[in-house]
């Protein structure tokens, strides 16, 4: 999976709490992406780095936020999860432009 | 607003058969027309990609049709086999990917034997 992991792989969380979701990736890429997939959704961005410290927001930012202070990690933060938020995440990593993104295996987040 | 249509939602086909999905755009500034495949329990993988200078490209038993025009583009599987059964993702991007992907909301294929 094109040296990307994310962890953890599965969670269960509880209304309200705070959740980072982390992804890592040994290939020294610039660009990082997460994504959100739910039924007859597809995936949408969430929150995207072209750098170190460098972030933007995606189509569906709304309750995340974000934090690249290095190269290789990329976190996704829910500062209070609700149940909206139950999802799997995706985490992608590109190098150039109009080339491949690789995604990693994915994390199944439920709030209950 | 949705800005990129995908159909249909589910597929089955005849092994050996030509698999078709489609996909529309709205965006005009899109540069770049991905198709991602994804089994269950694992990530996208590209299949094949196409930039808006060509209006076809063709790797192995896939095809991507590109109508610049219509603002359309579609995934043809020839003699499909049911190691193709997957989820598949149009996508799009602008400014080459920087500022990421927006997908379509995706395609069951079944591949009968």
């Known amino acids: 999976d094109a040296g990307i992991t994310q962890s953890p792989r599965h969670k269960v969380t509880e209304t309200g709490t705070p959740v980072t979701l982390r992804c890592h990736q040994t290939?020294?890429?610039?660009?990082m992406y997460w994504y959100r997939q739910d039924p007859g959704h597809g995936l949408r961005l969430i929150h995207y780095s072209y750098g170190v410290k460098d972030t933007d927001k995606g189509e569906v930012s709304d309750g995340y936020s974000v934090s690249r202070s290095k190269t290789e990690d990329f976190l996704l933060t829910l500062e209070s999860a609700t149940s909206s938020q139950t999802s799997v995440y995706f985490c992608?990593?590109?190098?150039?432009?109009?080339?491949?993104?690789?995604f990693g295996q994915g994390t199944r987040l439920t709030v209950v | 607003q949705q800005q990129v249509k995908q159909s249909p939602q589910s597929l089955i086909v005849q092994k050996g058969g030509i698999s078709i999905i489609n996909c529309a755009y709205e965006?005009?500034?899109?540069?770049?027309f991905p198709w991602y495949q994804q089994f269950p329990g694992k990530g996208p993988a590209l299949l094949i990609a196409i930039r808006p200078d060509v209006s076809e490209k063709k790797e192995g038993r896939f095809t991507i049709s590109f109508n610049k025009s219509a603002k359309q583009f579609s995934l043809h599987i020839m003699d499909s086999q049911p190691g193709d059964s997957a989820t598949y993702f149009c996508a799009a991007s602008m400014r080459g990917g920087a500022d990421g992907l927006t997908f379509g909301k995706g395609t069951h294929l079944i591949i009968q034997p």
């Open positions: 290939e020294n890429h610039r660009y």
């Open positions: 965006n005009t500034a899109f540069d770049y």
């Open positions: 992608a990593i590109t190098d150039k432009l109009n080339t491949e993104a690789f």
